[in-house]
């Protein structure tokens, strides 16, 4: 009787740990299980067939409409160039140069993966108005004097900023770590908790 009660004691105990691990993976663990350059986190694989359990579980609890890499690749950051999480009430200057897609857009996400509720009108940036060659945004709860701006106007602190490449390129979909990642500076932040 002792040897069954120890053998259920470990069914259960291997399973809480097993399905406690998964759920820490998918919700704050790494993102996509791809690459990571300069900070941004991707993957070529996350609306593809050959994505494995976690990437799938990560975009089935986020919600997303994985597209296939060849629709669409995906990198997320959440923290700035010093490693900094990303806050609602600091000041960003996101700067990059020509993507290696068709098209691409920048937008900010709250921590619980919704877009920020605000009527700003300015919760993406993208290569319309990046124009061909090198490009600056301000990301921050204000409206810049000029230039380019995505609102964290009610974005709350930890929100990412979720780069999308559609049509990429091959050279991208076969080597990942060759997208030239826009650098995030932090331009001015409040004391914490000031």
Known sequence: MAGVLRFLIAVI??????????????????SWGGATVDGWTGSVS???????????????????LALSAQEAVYFSRSV????????????YRVSGGAMPARWWSLTAYAPDEFLPQ??????????TRA???AWTVQVGGARPAEGGWISTRAAGDGFTLMLRLYHPERQLLATPQTLPAPAIETVSCPEAGA
């Open 13 to 30: 105990l291997g399973a809480a740990i097993g399905v406690g691990s998964a759920l820490w993976l998918i919700r704050e663990g790494p």
């Open 46 to 64: 996350a609306g593809s067939a050959a994505a494995d359990p976690y990437t799938r579980a990560i975009v089935a609890a986020r919600g997303l």
């Open 80 to 91: 700035d160039a010093a490693g900094a999480p990303l806050r609602e009430a600091c000041v």
């Open 118 to 127: 605000n009527a700003d009108g300015a919760l993406s940036f993208d290569a």
């Open 131 to 133: 124009g061909a060659g």
